[in-house]
Nanobody, 122 residues
């Protein structure tokens, strides 16, 4: 069964950068997109960004537009989330998942990873 593994989280000061990785255990279908979501305890899971299999289409939440960049390397079955100018409100557990391209509802996504924690100090 396909598995997703996130990595790259950590503790960073406000204004700093992190790059998250989402590695799939096998190639994904070209009709499936990959999304990044984040969740704080007690809050709903929030859409962050998504990318098509080809990498030609990307989507971002308004809160991260211009600061975060999603990309992928299909030779490595890996999707990245470059996060720049991090803010304390970006603090959350970040998850990647596979789902219908362009959709932002977490309930529509399958094959979730275990998450990686990002903590931004002020």
């Amino acid at each position: 069964q396909l598995q997703l593994v996130e990595s790259g989280g950590g503790l960073v000061q406000a204004g700093g950068s992190l790059r998250l990785s989402c590695a799939a255990s096998e190639p994904t279908y070209s009709t499936v997109g990959t999304g990044w979501f984040r969740q704080d305890p007690g809050k709903d899971r929030e859409f962050v960004a998504a990318i098509s299999w080809s990498g030609g289409l990307t989507y971002y939440a308004d809160s991260v537009q211009g600061r975060f960049t999603i990309s992928r390397d299909n030779t490595k079955n890996t999707v990245y989330l470059q996060m720049n100018d991090l803010k304390p409100e970006d603090t959350a557990a970040y998850y990647c998942a596979l789902g219908p391209l362009g959709r932002r509802e977490s309930r529509l996504y399958d094959y979730w990873g275990q998450g990686t924690q990002v903590t931004v100090s002020s």
